[in-house]
């Protein structure tokens, strides 16, 4: 339902390497999808403008040439060089059924976006990245529509920011344009490992972007140019906008994150709640709401028939959904996980893939016991519902987490989560009070082994407590994690971003 403001439209654009439906490589594609919309449905004229690779589909989507012929400078003083490579821009007309995406452009060239069928993982992606922010920045030079706001969603879409407040920064038409940095993940800054070479070795960030084809374009870090240049910068759960200033989750970008503290701002990314629905999901065995919990039994058979596993329904059962990296905090399992289940006796079942370090664990794990635990060691999209319809818990023990969703999609479907304590997961996951009778799952603070053996062990013999676990599971499920609740505090940020963009325009 669109409910109408009574403030003045504001126009937002989202510049994106990926966008659903279009075109999904991870969580950015789905924010790129569901906050426009949530934009969209308080009254806003929200747009989003990603490369058009070979992989969309034109006939599909109805794309209709909005520019042709747009000839992008490259930058190039070497005179074998291209001065500009020849793009295009094609357009996506919002529907008016319910799931439509908003009003989307496509930047189109044939070299690094038509003949390429993934969107990353490219020797010039570099290349295509600067493309594309000097792309949308010529596009909208041009456009009879120009945004209030423009977002640059992570560090792929940070020269966008760059080239406007530098080569564009004296543009009549675009100087009034207040511009977002939308920070998704603090550990990918670019093209090259910042650890190990630093832009700072050379360079500071301000020095102009050069051109396309020049090697220095692989060692700037887009990451850092969206944290100096934007007007606003946002992370995806508050928690994490405080981390990212701390030395241990910083990535080396801390001192100027707390040089820019008064304009960085955690906004916690939502679900569809459309899609991501126990009442409607066609996957499951049983639909239910919280009304119905005693029809989760008839999933956790599923669940454990699907995977292999005895049917009981008394047995606990933990669910994992997850990338398998380092970054997930499976370590922690590696000496833990074996004297669990023979203690407790409960069932673990695994959705994801990820390094093989974590997948060979998993696997192993599961052949030694048949009985207790199964793996299904690759990524797929129905698993993962079925664990959110059948399991009692879900297990998310990260060692730093930016926002996270599936801690959100699991208490939306009644799963308790058993969570560290960061970034997104901190924000969304109440510790259980037994004194108080409170909370949401069962949350930890240390990164290390006896933390979360206490946690998963809290959570065991609570679930023997059924009107306590009951009462967990309620309180899950009535927290609203929706998208109309993030976008009208993207919508307070814009504002704030508009306001500096004001005073600068005074000055």
Known sequence: MRIFSAKPQMKVLFVASEGAPFIKAGGLGEVMFSLP????????????????YAGIDQEKFELKMEHE??????????????????????????????????????LENQEYYENRANV?????DAVRWALLGRGVIEFLRSSKWVPDVLVAADWQAAFAINFLKTSYKDDDKLKKIATVFSIHNISYQGMFDYRFVSEMDYDDGRSAIPS?????????????????????INTVSPTYAKEIMTEEYGELLQDLLKERRSVVYGILNGIDYETVNPET????????????????????????????????????????????????????????????????????????????????????????????????????????????????????????????????????????????????????????????????????DEFDETALTIAITRAYVNYRHKKVWRGIQERAMRKDFSWKHSASEYLKLFERALAIKKEEQAN
């Open 37 to 52: 919309r949530a934009m969209r449905d308080l009254g806003h004229d929200a747009r989003v403008m990603i490369p058009r």
């Open 69 to 106: 012929n747009l000839m992008v400078p490259t930058g190039a003083e070497d005179p074998q060089q291209p001065e500009s490579l020849v793009c295009n821009v094609k357009r996506f007309d919002e529907r008016s059924d319910d799931r439509s995406p908003v009003t989307t452009y496509f």
């Open 120 to 124: 990353y993982g490219y020797g010039d």
């Open 212 to 232: 396309f084809y020049d090697p220095r374009l692989l060692k700037l870090n887009m990451m850092r140019r969206g944290i100096l240049y934007a007007d606003i």
């Open 281 to 444: 999901d066609q996957n499951l065995a049983a639909a239910y709401s919280a009304r119905e919990l005693e029809k989760r039994r008839k999933n956790k058979a599923q669940l454990q028939e699907r995977f292999g596993l005895p049917v009981d329904e008394d047995k606990f059962v933990i669910g994992i959904v997850s990338r398998l990296d380092s970054q997930k905090g499976f370590d922690l399992l590696f000496k833990t996980l074996r004297p669990l289940v023979k203690q407790l006796d409960f069932d673990l079942v695994v959705v994801g893939g990820g390094d093989a370090t974590y997948m060979t664990f998993f696997d192993e794990a599961s052949k030694e016991f048949p009985q207790n635990i199964a793996a299904h060691i690759s990524f797929d999209l129905i698993l993962p519902r079925l664990i959110f319809g059948g399991a009692d818990a879900l297990l998310i023990p990260s060692r730093f987490e930016p926002s996270g969703l599936t801690q959100m999609e699991a208490m939306r479907y009644g799963v308790v989560p058993i969570v560290r304590r960061t970034g997104g997961l901190a924000d969304t996951v109440e510790d259980y009070n037994p004194e108080e009778n409170t909370g949401t799952g069962f949350v930890f």
